[in-house]
């Protein structure tokens, strides 16, 4: 089952072939992008019963001989220590709801389940601290971001379609999940655990927004969000582990086998509106693809590319990113494509296609080698 979540901003700039007439002239709202965030599978359902305990097998006899997988060692990391929450009454709609302010945020929610209730701000706070050792930035902004969560779609529905305007007609299309503009987002209960996964990948996109002074590529910003979906609560407190997203590893190996995979130097180009109106099975390979990108420069052969990789994070959040086109050092400035090729390259040190072919054996390791431990990895 799959949550999709839209985001869109209020900064400048064009990202052509979005939702409507109105998004893909890019004035004065700019279509930010258009993802799936899943929850969760069954792996049973997948593998089926035989096949599944094949892969454990497989996967306990590397386990047995080697420490690392192509840099995917167990590394569950999250906070030591509950943050502190503060409540007050809030109604929408006649309906009691519940704010819950932490140093982070000020999240607005119609949800009653106590349960929820209490991980959901230790969720967004212990990503916020995720965020900040992935990609430091600029100082934090001492205003909290809000987030809406509601209990009901029919609820979500009513706020978007009093706060969004003419654009209310595109996030309406979301059947499950949420959206994000500038730095707060809304959305609405799909189960706990996709619940969890929505705010902690719109909370990346807050993150950006508020702190980012440049912009990333559309594709990485989404590929960077996925890493961030797979919440665990191991105990009281919420862990991640940034090598882990068991339905992104289903979803490229689906891409891997059914021939759906985009080429590199189209997918870097890319954004979410140019995909929205193709198949589900693109759809599903451009979001797992995006991941698997990320992941790539993260991890890639022990971490190679991930000094390279921070760097030009750090360079985009402090608006002096490498770009011959200009337009990703401002995030209100107009979006480019054409810039994101040399930019990859200048800091990869090595041409795009270079670049690919240490990227198809990376994906083929997830999609196979590392496949059973997508699933079958415990938080810690």
């Given at each position: 089952?799959?949550t999709q979540?839209?985001?869109?901003?209020?900064?400048?700039?064009?990202?052509?072939?979005?939702?409507?007439p109105?998004?893909?002239?890019?004035?004065?709202?700019?279509?930010?992008?258009?993802?799936?965030?899943?929850?969760?599978?069954?792996?049973?359902?997948?593998?089926?019963?035989?096949?599944?305990?094949?892969?454990?097998?497989?996967?306990?006899?590397?386990?047995?001989?080697?420490?690392?997988?192509?840099?995917?060692?167990?590394?569950?990391?999250?906070?030591?220590?509950?943050?502190?929450?503060?409540?007050?009454?809030?109604?929408?709609?006649?309906?009691?709801?519940?704010?819950l302010?932490?140093?982070h945020?000020?999240?607005?929610?119609?949800?009653?389940?106590?349960?929820?209730?209490?991980?959901?701000?230790?969720?967004?706070?212990?990503?916020?601290?995720?965020?900040?050792?992935?990609?430091?930035?600029?100082?934090?902004?001492?205003?909290?971001?809000k987030?809406?969560?509601?209990?009901?779609?029919?609820?979500?529905?009513?706020?978007?379609?009093?706060?969004?305007?003419?654009?209310?007609?595109?996030?309406?299309?979301?059947?499950?999940?949420?959206?994000t503009?500038?730095?707060?987002?809304?959305?609405?209960?799909?189960?706990?655990?996709?619940?969890?996964?929505?705010?902690?990948?719109?909370?990346?996109?807050?993150?950006v927004?508020?702190?980012?002074?440049?912009?990333?590529?559309p594709?990485?910003?989404?590929?960077?969000?996925?890493?961030?979906?797979?919440?665990?609560?191991?105990?009281?407190?919420?862990?991640?582990?940034?090598?882990?997203?068991?339905?992104?590893a289903?979803?490229?190996?689906?891409?891997?086998?059914?021939?759906?995979l985009?080429?590199?130097?189209k997918?870097?180009?890319?954004?979410?509106?140019?995909?929205?109106?193709?198949?589900?099975?693109?759809?599903?390979?451009?979001y797992?693809?995006?991941?698997a990108?990320?992941r790539?420069?993260?991890?890639?052969?022990?971490?190679?590319?991930?000094?390279?990789?921070?760097?030009?994070?750090?360079?985009?959040?402090?608006?002096?990113?490498?770009?011959?086109?200009?337009?990703?050092?401002?995030?209100?400035?107009?979006?480019?494509?054409?810039?994101?090729?040399?930019?990859?390259?200048?800091?990869?040190?090595k041409?795009?296609?270079?670049v690919?072919?240490e990227?198809q054996?990376?994906?083929?390791?997830?999609?196979?080698?590392?496949?059973?431990h997508?699933?079958?990895?415990?938080?810690?």
């Amino acid at each position: 089952m799959k949550t999709q979540t839209l985001h869109l901003t209020q900064r400048k700039a064009c990202h052509p072939g979005g939702l409507s007439p109105r998004l893909a002239n890019c004035h004065p709202e700019v279509l930010r992008g258009i993802s799936e965030s899943s929850h969760v599978r069954d792996p049973w359902e997948y593998l089926g019963t035989t096949a599944l305990w094949s892969v454990l097998v497989a996967f306990t006899l590397l386990a047995g001989g080697c420490s690392n997988l192509d840099g995917t060692a167990a590394r569950w990391t999250g906070p030591t220590a509950a943050a502190p929450v503060a409540t007050e009454t809030w109604s929408y709609n006649q309906r009691d709801g519940t704010i819950l302010k932490t140093p982070h945020y000020q999240v607005h929610t119609t949800i009653t389940d106590p349960e929820v209730i209490k991980r959901l701000p230790q969720v967004l706070e212990g990503a916020y601290a995720q965020y900040q050792s992935f990609a430091a930035a600029a100082p934090p902004n001492a205003k909290p971001m809000k987030c809406y969560v509601f209990s009901r779609r029919s609820e979500w529905a009513d706020f978007t379609s009093r706060h969004t305007g003419a654009d209310a007609a595109v996030y309406l299309q979301i059947t499950r999940g949420g959206y994000t503009i500038g730095d707060w987002f809304v959305s609405y209960y799909v189960g706990e655990n996709a619940t969890y996964s929505v705010a902690a990948h719109e909370g990346w996109h807050q993150y950006v927004a508020r702190h980012f002074k440049g912009r990333l590529p559309p594709f990485l910003e989404e590929g960077t969000a996925c890493m961030f979906e797979n919440v665990r609560f191991p105990s009281e407190l919420p862990r991640w582990d940034l090598s882990l997203n068991p339905n992104r590893a289903l979803g490229l190996r689906n891409a891997i086998e059914n021939k759906k995979l985009w080429p590199l130097d189209k997918l870097v180009t890319m954004h979410a509106g140019d995909v929205v109106q193709l198949p589900g099975d693109k759809i599903e390979a451009f979001y797992a693809q995006d991941w698997a990108f990320a992941r790539f420069l993260w991890e890639y052969n022990n971490g190679q590319y991930r000094p390279a990789f921070k760097k030009m994070l750090g360079e985009i959040a402090a608006g002096t990113v490498y770009d011959p086109t200009g337009s990703m050092r401002r995030a209100v400035a107009a979006w480019s494509p054409a810039g994101v090729q040399p930019m990859l390259e200048h800091y990869l040190g090595k041409p795009l296609k270079d670049v690919e072919t240490e990227y198809q054996q990376f994906i083929r390791n997830v999609a196979y080698e590392q496949f059973g431990h997508q699933w079958v990895a415990k938080a810690s």
